[in-house]
């Protein structure tokens, strides 16, 4: 379901090279926000900053998908291609940004966030949905049967286990605090008796699921380039409660159960 376009191919291999770059990186040190803040500069509000970095993620490819289709797409919509295939990929991805910018971004009761971090990640988030949105609306091609593939109901099984993992995670860690509370406590229940960082374990399950459906240079960029961003934030946040709590429990692994 590929096709011959420059822009998807240049901007797929930069996913995958900033990722393997930011993982090198970032893989002794951490990126400044949240419980690593820098204690001066500018600075969001954690609510505000994470509606801003997420939406454009929901907001390019929803515009991408309202836009009047072209000839080629026209014909394929009579024959139902693109309303089974591309419009039901796509919306699942919107799905996850969806949360992300209208429920979590409301319900985190996070630290203010750096304002370089939120104009990073709204660029990320802008590039990444155009760059999906534009591949699976004018470039993929579907078979027919495609619908009943195994490849693709693995691959949406493992998109909402994974959702499921990343928002039920996040509401622990919400409550771990009262209001009005800055003290750290220890995160258990779900996955976090397997891991640290329960909630990155889930998304980095997502997409990789998202990229079993689409089986694209695309989406496996997304896919590399999550694992290599937040694979280390969960191992930082790991090697940070077991500095700071006497009794973390030793079996939890950083972000793979039972292995990393």
């Known amino acids: 379901m590929e096709c011959r376009d420059a822009t998807v191919s240049w901007l797929s291999w930069t996913l995958i090279v900033g990722g393997v770059a930011y993982l090198l990186r970032h893989r002794w040190s951490h990126t400044p ?15 505000l900053g994470w509606l801003l970095q997420e ?26 291609v693109r309303s089974t295939g591309r419009t039901l ?5 919107m799905l996850h940004y969806f949360q992300r ?12 966030v750096p304002l370089p971090i939120v104009l990073y990640g709204a660029i990320f ?19 027919h049967t ?14 909402v286990v994974g959702m499921i993992i990343n ?10 605090r009262k209001p009005g509370e800055v003290v750290y406590r220890i995160p258990r229940g779900g996955l976090f008796e397997f891991v640290s960082g329960a909630n990155f374990f889930g998304e980095i399950v997502e997409w990789i699921g998202f990229a079993v459906i689409a089986w ?22 790991h090697r940070d409660y077991l500095q700071r709590f006497e009794d973390y429990p030793c079996s939890r692994k950083a972000v793979i159960p039972f292995i990393l």
């Open 146 to 159: 495609w619908m009943t593939h195994v490849r693709m109901a693995a691959g949406y099984l493992l998109f």
């Open 216 to 237: 694209s240079l695309p989406s496996f960029a997304f896919a590399v380039f999550t694992i290599c961003s937040i694979g280390p934030r969960a191992y930082h946040h």
């Open 33 to 47: 926000y949240g419980r690593y803040s820098p204690a001066e500069g500018l600075f969001c509000p954690a609510r």
């Open 55 to 80: 939406v454009p993620s929901f907001l390019v490819p929803l515009l991408l998908l309202l836009l009047p289709p072209g000839e080629e797409e026209q014909e394929e919509a009579t024959e139902g």
């Open 125 to 143: 988030c802008s590039l990444n949905g155009f760059l999906q949105g534009h591949h699976l609306l004018h470039c993929a091609r579907f078979e």
């Open 101 to 112: 910018s209208f429920i979590y971004s409301f319900l985190t009761k996070g630290r203010p």
């Open 89 to 93: 990929l796509l919306c699942t991805f």
């Open 167 to 176: 928002i039920h995670s996040d509401h622990i860690l919400r409550h771990l």
